[in-house]
């Protein structure tokens, strides 16, 4: 199977390789002093232009292509369930956190159980029956 991860980053820097020299070769070549010289300068420029809109093209084709393929790749996949696992809490950590806080009864987020006022929404709550 084609690895689409070096597939696509490979037509990436060929595509900015293109990009960044038509930039070079432009920028070094001489400007022009006649009216023939300026004649061919825009024809280099204008075929530059279009060497340059293939290389972005190509860069952009390359960089979907690299994004699809890691995102297909069992790999990532992996990696990215192990980081959302990593957020679930356990279960021993879920009754360790409910021992030391309380649910404010204006806006609802974990409060702990020594604080006398919300932090988020500033209600009071000894005097609210906590």
Not at 31 to 41: F, I, K
Request: proline fraction near 5%; glycine fraction near 12%; hydrophobic fraction near 45%.
């Amino acid at each position: 199977m084609i690895d689409l991860v070096k597939v696509g980053a490979g037509l990436t820097l060929i595509g900015f390789f293109a990009v960044g020299s038509v930039a070079v070769v432009l920028g070094l070549a001489s400007l022009p002093t006649t009216p023939d010289q300026a004649t061919a300068y825009a024809a280099r420029a204008k075929n530059g232009l279009v060497v340059q809109g293939l290389g972005w093209i190509l860069a952009g084709v390359g960089l979907s292509m690299a994004l699809f393929g890691s995102a297909k790749s069992d790999t990532a996949v992996d990696t990215k369930l192990e980081i959302l696992l990593e957020r679930v809490p356990r279960p021993s950590e879920v009754s360790e956190r409910e021992e030391k806080f309380v649910k404010c009864p204006k806006c609802g987020r974990d409060v702990s159980k020594d604080a006398t006022i919300c932090p988020y929404c500033g209600r009071g709550l000894r005097r609210h029956g906590f």
